[in-house]
């Protein structure tokens, strides 16, 4: 999953190949969201989001960001349908973050004072400190505070991330059923849908039929 945001009252975000529009409702007068690019980071055989975030200073004056906060408003796990019946061995995955998703407050100090006409670039890690190997998507906003003026502030878009658990190696001995498994992925369809996330993209044309099956119309609306 890759996806970049470009600066504006409104800016572009690119999901899975396909661009969408982002909107910034508030923001101050002189800052802007240049571009937000979201990449998978999957070095620790878990799955992270690495944000990159390009602020622009527009004004006449100095700014300096005081913090920056990941505002989550809702998530939903992914069951990994084939895996059903499966008997697990698993770990724990180590690995260093820069805001834990799944805190009471997840965000971040800053350390950019952004002079004027000043282009600034900086990493953000989004990971959790517990949590199993299945993914969860995550439904946030970014809200950055300055030392004066209004926050800026992006409209929702989505974030997956699994672990710190990982599947080492598994036994099963069958499979699941075809109406078990399209059983377990309608839920899915219809768990992520409640937070405004679309994840018949992510079930495979050849393998609809399985789904349609116990679940008539789930991809009529698309």
Same mark, same amino acid.
């Given at each position: ?32 969201? *240049?571009? /937000?690019?979201?990449?998978? $980071?999957?070095?620790?055989?878990? @799955? =992270?989001?690495? !944000?990159? *975030?390009? /602020?622009?200073?527009?004004? $006449?004056?100095?700014?300096?960001? @005081? =913090?920056?906060? !990941? ?152």
């Amino acid at each position: 999953m890759s996806q970049s945001a470009n600066a504006g009252h409104s800016s572009t975000i690119v999901q899975a190949g396909r661009d969408a529009i982002l909107g910034i409702p508030k923001s101050p007068p002189n800052i802007r969201l *240049v571009r /937000l690019e979201i990449d998978d $980071d999957q070095t620790h055989g878990t @799955l =992270r989001q690495k !944000l990159n *975030v390009i /602020l622009k200073n527009n004004g $006449d004056y100095s700014a300096f960001l @005081l =913090r920056g906060s !990941l505002i989550c408003s809702g998530s939903a796990t992914i069951r990994l349908c084939n895996q059903i019946g499966m008997q697990f061995s698993l770990s724990k995955a180590d690995w260093t973050y820069d805001v834990d998703i799944d805190s009471v407050d997840p965000s971040f100090v800053g350390h950019h004072s952004i002079e004027p006409n000043e282009v600034v670039n900086f990493n953000v890690m989004v990971a959790r400190e517990s949590g199993g190997h299945e993914p969860t998507v995550y439904r946030a906003h970014l809200k950055f505070d300055f030392d004066e003026g209004d926050s800026l502030e992006t409209d929702d878009f989505h974030l997956m991330i699994s672990g710190p658990v990982v599947w080492q190696g598994g036994f099963q001995a069958n499979g699941p059923s075809p109406d078990e498994w399209g059983n377990c992925q309608a839920e899915n369809v219809r768990r992520l849908r409640e937070i405004g996330f679309d994840y018949r993209d992510h079930i495979h044309p050849e393998s609809r039929k399985y789904v349609e099956a116990v679940a008539p119309g789930i991809f009529d609306d698309e």
